[in-house]
């Protein structure tokens, strides 16, 4: 298999994510076993400096240009697409975000090429590619294995530690340029930032998670009694943040925050890796879910069977006790 | 105004899913078939605009199990049309599935051209690739994903859309019209409509069918193997009664000083 | 005394009803409110059974569909127990009402819809696997045959229903009543995976759609078997079983555990040796108690239990207090509360506690977590428990 190992540098409000440090990790061991250059593409208009963090690629391609500053897919798709048509990576690595999703929605057709997606993890065996993704919410592992020719991973994010992608190294920088017709049809107006909350989650030590379990909004005020108890918060899911249960400040996960408290209690939350991805750092995790087979369970320290209501309902009662 | 809505059927998960005896694939036994969460998202905010502007609202999806009660229930919703594409193979993944759709839809008479298009922005089993913006490509439509919420100015020709980023921030967006937009959310989760109007959406037929066309070949995935996954970590379980596991967490937070 | 009878509603409408048998009666309503006065949440409805029927006999039906109000009626069968007319109210009326409500409200409360929704697609309100309807037959204790393996006819089949097979403190329940019917030698199964939801409660609340899918898919399996009778512990499923599935073919006797055991209670007897040293207070369901009037036997099997000493609640038998679970109540206590309207069950609970009983009996599975809820809602929980029939004869069982 010719050809460089790409990974798509995610950015945004002049930040390069963490799941871009993972996806570099990911990608130096493929390049490693492939035994081909690692190259970070960052696209962008006026970024050139966030190329400097990106040390642990070989070199940078950086692509400037006003279309690529509103961060859609269609302008990002067509950029990487004429670039990847041109020098034929074997492999293009995106960190799985908000801000890429769109991106790696269009990309595959306009390269025409295949693309995996849910990725954990990729390995060269004999020049070619075997592809580990979850499926299914995170209840079914599946092994892919990447036919010959130019391949598209979306990686998760959360499925290896971002250390391991950074680097102090400055790669060189080699600055291309596209051609991009003006497309005014899709044109943004403006960032709204969401209502201030009373509290900002990323900031608490505790934070009692509630998901689909919790069944009913009414019983969310038995996780404001554990966290409050415990001097936390409540933050919640997507299915709760959906319903209005709760308001998008409070949402752990893919469009929400991610979060890395002392403590976290997740009642009633499947797992799934869009919420995974928000809270697997926090120090202590305890989940508590009906289902015994449910993804949660690999990412916590500790797990319980059982209704999640009642088990937030006895530890608050628990803790008042202990604490007096 | 015309709107269209794709919808699909995703695996079931609150059933146990099961690997096939070939290793590669789901268990058909036990399995059954719901649909795709975001697609419901995407009909919920079909039906506002449809109330708000007299749009009239399309719906179509592929063929599979299960997926007639959901085109009746869209029709008992509300939407006008609802039609089945016959002869796409479930199994063929997201890539073929669209292939097909992108050549089926310009055959069917009325639904395209739309000013609107929405489908949900992801799906549990979109291994090969999320549906929406690749039809949207085939469809040469600009694309806008994770969408949720949409207002339509039908005069200007123009929408503006709320596209979720992270930290609760929303980018705001003028689309023009047509577009296709891929809906993570909406300003309401999905209507109920009682089953007795599921039900006369039943006996008053109302599927359409349309048999698929064939598109460009695409090359399936090739899964080598399925399974459960294995835990990466495990947590230890605490059994015993909700009081005795109360007690015991109680205890672990003491130890670590969180109490 | 208003008397349960065998309905014939699948073609009824609010449109045709007071043209219909079962309809026609309501003209002759004379207005007096004793229904009002009955209902629990009375004072708090703007739309009393009265006023409902004095609007739909003026043709000013629309104005009472057009709001949510009637989502308040628990259908606890308080109204329809004390109309001096015997109306059909909450068996037939009310149910129509509410359809109407269902099919013209722009959002339906969130957990109602998610308990109707899945018990179309589940067979159950919890959403939960339908394959795991069986699993509480691990731990009963006693061999429970599932009727599809059996490969035989049975005497009895035992409709277990949801609460009972998904909800823990159903379980308990399910497997007491398993062991108490192999002590009792009943050659019994049940459907296992295959048993779906009777409907009642979806009936009740205005789901009659959804009851109709479910009452011919249930016709449908059960005519795969051959049984002599039916049982079950639900009285909701009581009810659809007796008055609401024969129009539909269905014509075995049907029985609840509890009047079953209580016909069966001189051969139990012998067998109940166990001291329980309790003092019991038993609440009368609306359902078993109010609408069937079954009040002795449940009283008359927890006076055969050694150590047990019977105190009543000031409102028993037909004046009983509602649990508030009916008619989709038990999926609405977010929109009560929003709404102001107290908890029925606290208020029954406070009853229970007055009586210094320890012990709070039921016959319906809906009530033992809404009371437990109560219970500890009102800090009563450390010298109240709540226990089904079933349970504590199971418990007086010596083996």
């Not at chain 2, 200007?156 to 047509?178: C, D, I, N, Q």
């Not at chain 3, 009824?12 to 949440?41: K, N, V």
């Not at chain 3, 009543?177 to 609340?205: H, P, S, Y």
Request: proline share 6%.
């Amino acid at each position: 298999m010719a050809g460089n190992v790409w990974v798509v540098a995610d950015h945004w409000k002049g930040t390069i994510s963490e799941a871009t440090y993972e996806v570099l990790a990911l990608g130096r061991s493929l390049a490693d076993s492939l035994g081909v250059r690692l190259e970070a593409v960052l696209l962008g208009h006026g970024v050139r400096g966030l190329t400097a963090s990106l040390g642990t690629a070989d070199s940078v391609l950086y692509v400037d240009h006003p279309a690529l500053a509103d961060a859609t897919g269609e302008q990002a798709s067509r950029a990487l697409a004429a670039l990847a048509s041109a020098r034929v990576p074997a492999a293009i690595l995106v960190p799985t975000t908000n801000v890429s999703w769109d991106l790696l929605g269009l990309l595959p057709g306009r390269l025409g090429v295949p693309l995996i997606s849910f990725c954990r993890d990729v390995e060269a065996i004999d020049g070619a590619l075997q592809v580990s993704c979850l499926l299914y919410g995170g209840k079914m592992a599946v092994t892919v294995a990447a036919g010959p020719g130019p391949v598209v991973l979306a990686v998760l994010p959360g499925t290896r530690s971002p250390d391991s992608g950074r680097s102090a190294a400055v790669p060189a920088v080699e600055e291309t340029s596209v051609d991009l017709a003006d497309d005014s049809r899709l044109r943004l107006l403006e960032f709204e930032e969401p209502e201030a909350g009373d509290v900002d989650i990323t900031k608490q030590d505790v934070l009692v998670a509630v998901g689909r379990g919790i069944t009913v909004e009414a019983n969310i005020e038995v996780a404001e009694e554990l966290a409050s108890a415990l001097g936390g918060a409540v933050c919640g899911s997507r299915p709760v943040i959906d319903q209005g249960w709760l308001p998008l400040v409070r949402q752990v996960g893919k469009s929400g925050v991610t979060v890395k408290p002392r403590l976290y209690v997740a009642a009633g939350i499947s797992g799934a890796p869009e919420h995974v991805e928000g809270m697997k750092d926090s120090e202590v995790i305890i989940a508590v879910n009906t289902d015994a087979g449910a993804p949660i369970f690999s990412v916590a320290h500790y797990g319980i069977v059982d209704d999640a209501t009642d088990v937030l309902e006895a530890l608050a009662e628990a803790v008042r006790k202990r604490k007096g | 105004m015309k709107i269209l809505v794709l919808m699909k059927m995703v695996p079931d998960i609150v059933e146990e899913l099961e690997v096939a005896g070939d290793g590669t694939s789901l268990d058909q036994e036990y399995l059954r078939f719901i649909v795709n969460e975001r697609d419901d998202y995407a009909l919920e905010q079909a039906l506002l605009l449809k109330d708000r502007l007299q749009a009239a609202v399309i719906v179509v999806a592929p063929e599979a199990p299960e997926v007639d009660d959901v085109l009746h229930t869209a029709l008992a919703k509300g939407a006008d049309r609802v039609i089945r594409v016959s002869g796409i193979a479930a199994t063929a993944g997201t890539r073929s599935t669209v292939s097909a759709l992108a050549a089926t839809l310009p055959g069917i008479p009325g639904v395209l051209p739309a000013d609107l298009v929405l489908s949900g922005c992801q799906a549990i089993d979109d291994l090969d690739g999320f549906m929406a913006p690749l039809l949207a490509g085939a469809l040469d439509l600009p694309y806008l994903g994770l969408v949720s919420r949409i207002t339509v100015d039908p005069g200007a020709g123009t929408a503006v859309v709320a596209k979720e980023y992270s930290g609760g921030v929303m980018g705001r967006f003028e689309v023009a019209l047509p577009a296709f937009l891929g809906v993570q959310g909406c300003e309401k989760p999905p209507r109920y409509v009682p089953i007795a109007k599921v039900r006369a959406a039943m006996a008053s037929g109302g599927i359409e069918v349309v048999a698929a066309a064939s598109g460009p070949a695409t090359t399936p995935l090739e899964v080598t193997a399925m399974a459960k996954p294995e835990a990466t970590g495990h947590a230890e379980m605490l059994e015993g009664s909700v009081r005795d596991v109360a007690e015991k967490v109680a205890d672990i937070l003491a130890a670590r000083g969180l109490l | 005394m208003a008397t349960a009878t065998v309905l014939e509603i699948s073609d009824l409408t609010l449109d045709g009803l007071l043209a219909s048998p079962l309809g026609r009666p309501l003209l002759s309503c004379i207005q007096c409110g004793t229904c009002a006065g009955a209902c629990p949440h009375g004072e708090l409805m703007r739309y009393t059974p009265r006023r409902l029927i004095g609007m739909l006999r003026e043709g000013l039906i629309e104005e009472v569909i057009a709001g949510d109000d009637l989502l308040s009626c628990v259908n606890c069968y308080d109204c329809w127990a004390k109309c001096p007319r015997g109306l059909h109210l909450t068996d037939v009326l009310l149910p129509l009402v509410k359809e109407q409500v269902l099919l013209r409200l722009p959002e339906v409360p969130a957990e109602l819809q998610s308990a109707l929704s899945n018990t179309m697609r589940y067979g159950n309100p919890m959403g939960e696997s339908p394959r795991k309807r069986a699993a509480w037959v691990e731990g009963a204790g006693v061999p429970v045959p599932i009727l599809r393996d059996l490969g035989r006819p049975v005497d009895v089949l035992w409709i277990v229903e949801c609460y009972s097979a998904y909800y823990p403190r159903g379980r308990d329940n399910a497997r007491a009543t398993a062991r108490v019917l192999a002590a009792l030698g009943v050659d019994f199964a049940i459907l296992g995976t295959e048993e779906k939801c009777a409907g009642e409660c979806a009936r009740l609340a205005g789901e009659k759609g959804l009851f109709e899918t479910l009452r011919e898919q249930n016709m449908a399996t059960f005519g795969k078997y051959e049984y002599a009778s039916l049982l079950t512990s639900d009285p909701h499923a009581f009810d659809a079983f007796t008055y609401v599935y024969p129009s539909l073919g269905l014509d075995r006797p049907v029985d609840h555990t509890t009047p079953f055991l209580a016909a069966r209670l001189d051969a139990l007897r012998p067998r109940l040796t166990r001291e329980l040293g309790y003092r019991v207070t038993y609440h009368d369901s609306c359902v078993l108690g109010r609408h069937n009037h079954m009040h002795d036997e449940p009283r008359r099997i927890l006076e055969a239990l050694p150590g047990v000493s019977l105190v009543e609640m000031a409102h028993n038998r037909d004046n009983t207090i509602c649990c508030g679970g009916g008619g989709g109540g038990m999926w609405l206590d977010t929109h009560y509360k929003a709404r102001g309207l107290p908890r029925l069950s606290d208020r029954r609970v406070e009853e229970a506690a007055a009586t210094g009983a320890d012990v709070l009996a039921v016959s319906c599975p809906y009530e033992v977590p809404r009371f437990e809820d109560s219970l500890k809602v009102l800090g009563y929980d450390d010298r109240m428990v709540v226990r089904d029939v079933m349970e504590l004869v199971a418990e007086a069982l010596g083996e």
